[in-house]
């Protein structure tokens, strides 16, 4: 008979608490809809944005493989966490966009459990959880709004916010979010007006509470500094001519070719043009009509996606491919960018706004949704050419938090390629992220609208002190084939957001203006702290 040691060893742990992980995603939007129902959620791309603008403060409850709790934190400096704020402001609308970490101070903005386990403890640990995370980090405290639900069930048509929060306080009154953070060691330090405009149960009130770290004793706050360390990658953008080519193998040659050039310099990343996959149409008997183009090339579609997974795998490398333009499901035209990753994973982006000549010539129509591709360098974004000239778009992409952003372009003239330059050298600086452009050169006379193209490729930077003088690490010479290789320190943006000449990112003004995106399936975001819970249903903790 074994020991009985050995019995217990291998028993299956049923619980665990660990950090969140983008493939959590799925699981987390879950949890929080049993919490609240179908009507209020995040979308996965805020929840993306809060894993990955700070892993190391967000955490899931998984029970028997299923989630079953997510908290999720970011730091900020102290002025800002015990000064007066609103959820939407001191969260970046919901994304986790303002965490700083230089902050001392860890801000607890969303705390949920499922319905189902309340009682398991599970709001618990995870506080457990953040305290750890603080007392590793050598923060001053923790912070956060804390709901308060009962204040709308008071009889007095304008029930005095802060008695209700004193009564609860000295156990006059029963309030079960304010006294689980009692118990947990919160204390309120006032009132948070208009901290949740939609949450009726609270009146848009949150307390406001704070833990002082024990093991950490200031007069002054500190001022915590991001180590410049090194984070490198290696980017490969392809400025591909456009040419005439007999089939379909001698295409797909010319686009291992490059890939295996750029493999050979161990570059992570290869981008290809945007329509680089027209020249296919070079062999047709007669130049086709734009309809005829469209179904020509839609006929390629599985065989392109199939190729360049293969090639990411094998070069080990991870292909940008560029854009190509397909029929999808429902009948509509989209222009349609394939990111074949190196761990044989395909995504695809569209282009969400099609040129007056896509929609003229090719009758292209806009995708509807735009997300972060996670890949083992960290999350990248694709903007396809005049999508670049969308401010939003790039924002929103930074918020879920990419660091990349690959722009495919196809243009025929230098006024046309300096609108794409141009606009993507101020998306790097605005956002202060990393923006690869590549683009096609030559002609290609036997198809329609590709009659010739213009392009000077490039891998541009922010504008501060780490980054190259003019905004520009890498550049191609104009009009000629070629690859340009070049490294970025992705640990350098990490620098200039939190401590840079400027701070574009954390010093927007988020309480005068946001983006509202619209989900696709109509669904609404929720929190657990700025969103009231069913009656009945109170949350176990908030913050």
């Known amino acids: 008979m074994r020991a009985a040691s050995e019995r217990k060893a291998e028993t299956k742990v049923r619980l665990e608490i660990r950090n969140a992980r983008i493939a959590d995603v799925r699981g987390i939007v879950g949890v929080v809809r049993r919490a609240y129902g179908d009507g209020q959620t995040y979308t996965s791309g805020q929840i993306s944005g809060q894993i990955n603008n700070f892993s190391a403060g967000c955490f899931v409850a998984v029970l ?67 305290r750890a995370l603080a007392e590793e980090r050598d923060l001053t405290g923790i912070a956060f709004g804390g709901r308060m639900p009962g204040l709308s069930r008071l009889r007095r048509k304008a029930p005095d916010a802060q008695a209700y929060l004193d009564e609860v306080v000295t156990s006059k009154r029963h309030d079960p979010v304010i006294r689980f953070q009692l118990a947990n060691g919160f204390q309120p330090i006032g009132l948070l007006p208009g901290y949740l405009p939609d949450d009726a149960a609270s009146l848009g009130y949150a307390a406001h509470m704070v833990w002082r770290n024990p093991y950490v004793d200031r007069d002054q706050p500190v001022k915590m500094r991001v180590p410049r360390g090194v984070e490198s990658v290696r980017l490969a953008t392809c400025q591909l ?59 390629y579609t599985p065989r392109i996606r199939q190729a360049l997974s293969d090639l990411a795998m094998r070069f080990n490398i991870n292909i940008i491919g560029g854009s190509h333009p397909t029929r999808m499901e429902d009948g509509d035209i989209h222009n349609v960018a394939m990111v074949c990753l190196r761990d044989g994973s395909i995504h695809e982006q569209e282009k969400i706004h099609p ?52 722009t495919p372009f196809c243009t025929d003239s230098r006024q046309g390629y300096l ?72 640990a350098d943006l990490a620098w200039a957001r939190a401590e840079g000449s400027v701070r574009n990112l954390a010093d927007r003004r988020f309480d005068l203006y946001r983006i509202e995106w619209e989900d696709p399936k109509k669904r609404r975001r929720s929190s657990s702290d700025n969103h009231p819970a069913p009656i009945g249903k109170p949350l176990p903790a908030s913050g």
């Open 419 to 490: 609108r794409v330059r141009y606009c993507c050298q101020a998306r790097a600086i605005e956002n202060q992220c990393f923006v690869v452009m590549s683009g096609n050169v030559g002609n290609l006379p036997n198809v329609h609208n590709m009659d010739i193209q213009y392009a000077q490729s490039c891998i541009l930077t922010p504008c501060d002190f780490p980054f190259a003088r003019d905004g520009i690490a890498a550049e191609a010479s104009e009009n000629v084939e070629t690859l340009t290789v070049c490294d970025v320190n992705l």
């Open 241 to 299: 001519q456009a040419r005439a080519v007999k089939s379909y193998e001698e295409f797909m040659q010319n686009v291992e070719y490059f890939v295996d050039v750029a493999s050979s310099y161990e570059a992570d990343f290869i981008v290809f043009p945007e329509m680089f996959t027209l020249q296919l149409l070079s062999f047709e008997p007669r130049e086709l009509s734009p309809s005829e183009a469209i179904e020509a090339l839609s006929r």
């Open 355 to 406: 040129t007056p000549d896509e929609r003229y010539w090719w009758n292209v129509k806009g995708g509807d949704s735009i997300d972060v591709i996670p890949t083992d360098c960290g999350p990248i974004g694709v903007l396809i050419c005049y999508d670049s000239e969308f401010p939003e778009l790039a924002r929103r992409l930074v918020d879920e938090g990419a660091r990349i952003i690959f």
């Open 64 to 130: 028997d493989g299923q989630v079953v709790g997510y908290c999720a934190t970011l730091q900020i400096a102290g002025e800002v966490a015990l000064g007066p704020h609103t959820w939407d402001e001191i969260t970046g609308n919901g994304f986790g966009a303002r965490h700083d970490p230089t902050g001392d101070w860890l801000y607890g903005y969303e705390m949920v459990v499922d319905p189902e386990v309340r009682g398991a403890r599970i709001g618990r640990r995870l506080y457990e959880e953040r």
